[in-house]
Nanobody, 122 residues
Framework: EVQLVESGGGLVQPGGSLRLTCAGS????????IGWFRQAPGKEREGVSCFSGSTGRSYFADSVKGRFSSSSDNVKNTVYLIIYSLKPEDTAVYYC???????????????WGQGTQVTVSS
């Protein structure tokens, strides 16, 4: 059974940092692209990052470049999204998803986690 489970979200003050975890099972991350998406209430889903299992490269949306970083543990089928200098506008539910490649549109991603809530507030 293929599963993706996000964790690491929570309440943090502006300027703080968080590390989000996407843990996969039932497949090998090296065969997929792992994308991170977020959705705030009343807003459209936004892709913020993607890790390519085949190349080891990470990509970031212009809106988060310089504040977001990524790492991976292929043995554990786990990827991490590290967010620095958190802003209130980063508040959203963050999802990870597995798809064929980082250039794929969101609807081509096959598997999605349940999401983890990130709330940035003083």
């Amino acid at each position: 059974e293929v599963q993706l489970v996000e964790s690491g979200g929570g309440l943090v003050q502006p300027g703080g940092s968080l590390r989000l975890t996407c843990a996969g099972s039932g497949f090998t991350f090296g065969d997929y692209a792992i994308g991170w998406f977020r959705q705030a209430p009343g807003k459209e889903r936004e892709g913020v990052s993607c890790f390519s299992g085949s190349t080891g490269r990470s990509y970031f949306a212009d809106s988060v470049k310089g504040r977001f970083s990524s790492s991976s543990d292929n043995v554990k089928n786990t990827v991490y999204l590290i967010i620095y200098s958190l802003k209130p506008e980063d508040t959203a539910v963050y999802y990870c998803a597995a798809g064929p490649k980082c250039s794929s549109p969101p609807y081509e991603y096959d598997y999605w986690g349940q999401g983890t809530q990130v709330t940035v507030s003083s």
